[in-house]
């Protein structure tokens, strides 16, 4: 049964909001703001972490795009805010396509207001979840034929493995993709090598819970597991600050980035 949309609520933090207030957007509410400082209370380097999430998701649209792949749907997109894939992508292909797909209805409503007057960029509301209606809607733009760059870029945290684990969702997406498509993830993690950080992870992914964005805990073991047997893209799991090379400086944000690749030939 597909997974039950939810209405606005502005009286119920929300992670969409909650990042659009990290980022210094201006789509939220006052409990949102309230939840927001109650997760920098408690991780203060969430506003870089958040910014450094958003950086991973440049630097994979432009690796996508330099794999030859031109066609990108985004699950779990957020608010529209600065560097939007079709942003990046149309830059280098103004032939590039990308569909949106949020579940929430503040996310959607707004992507769709900004795309109403851009050729090559949808935005749908639905529940990731929802494999069948994303890639019906999805498919009104995308080839589906052709390779497709899935990004579910921190989102996946607030998925929960029950009715369905997670990772079987993704199996049905991969299903449906071409040879030479790709899946980018990042997603929360507190087994941290650094103690003191995934501490501080496991706090402010705590802080989420009660709010219409329940967390689910993930290991390094199982963000591996979400990208099932597709072929993992080198460096492999590592923080989003080191893909896809190493940073000399950067600090580690507790957000595991993983790429992987359907072979372009498979058998
Ligand atoms: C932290 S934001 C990430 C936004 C964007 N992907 C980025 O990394 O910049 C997480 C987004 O996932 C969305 N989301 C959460 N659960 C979802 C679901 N089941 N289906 C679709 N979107 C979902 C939230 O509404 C929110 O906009």
Redesign the pocket.
């Known amino acids: 049964m597909a997974?039950e949309l939810p209405e606005i609520d502005t009286e119920r933090p929300?992670?969409?909001?909650?990042?659009?207030y990290f980022?210094g957007g201006a789509h939220h509410f006052a409990a949102d703001r309230a939840q927001a400082d109650l997760v920098a209370a408690r991780m203060p380097e969430i506003v870089t972490v958040?910014r450094a999430?958003?950086d991973?998701?440049g630097r994979v649209v432009t690796w996508c795009l330099g794999q030859g792949i031109r066609q990108f749907l985004?699950?779990?997109?957020?608010?529209p805010?600065v560097g939007n894939v079709h942003e990046i992508a149309q830059r280098h292909d103004p032939a590039a396509r990308v569909a949106y797909?949020?579940?929430?209805p503040v996310?959607a409503a707004h992507a769709r207001q900004i795309l109403a007057e851009v050729e090559g960029a949808t935005a749908t509301r639905?529940?990731?979840?929802?494999v069948d209606a994303v890639l019906t809607a999805a498919s009104a733009l995308l080839d589906l034929g052709e390779p497709v760059a899935v990004?579910?870029?921190?989102?996946?945290h607030?998925?929960p493995d029950d009715p369905e684990p997670v990772a079987d969702v993704l199996a049905r997406y991969r299903a449906r993709l071409a040879p030479g498509s790709v899946l980018a993830l990042?997603h929360s993690s507190a087994d941290q090598d650094d103690p003191e950080l995934a501490a501080r992870v496991r706090a402010g992914i705590d802080a989420y819970r009660g709010t219409a964005?329940e967390p689910t805990r993930r290991d390094r073991t199982a963000v591996r597991a979400l990208l099932g047997d597709l072929e993992l893209v080198p460096p492999g799991v590592v923080d989003v600050v080191h893909w896809p090379t190493p940073h000399p400086t950067a600090a580690a944000t507790g957000l595991y980035a993983a790429v992987g690749r359907a072979s372009a030939n498979p058998g």
């Open positions: 997974p929300n992670a969409a909001r909650m990042y659009d980022l958040a999430n958003r991973f998701l985004d699950l779990g997109s957020g608010v805010t797909v949020d579940v929430e996310a639905a529940d990731l979840r929802d990004l579910a870029v921190a989102v996946l607030f998925v990042s964005s």
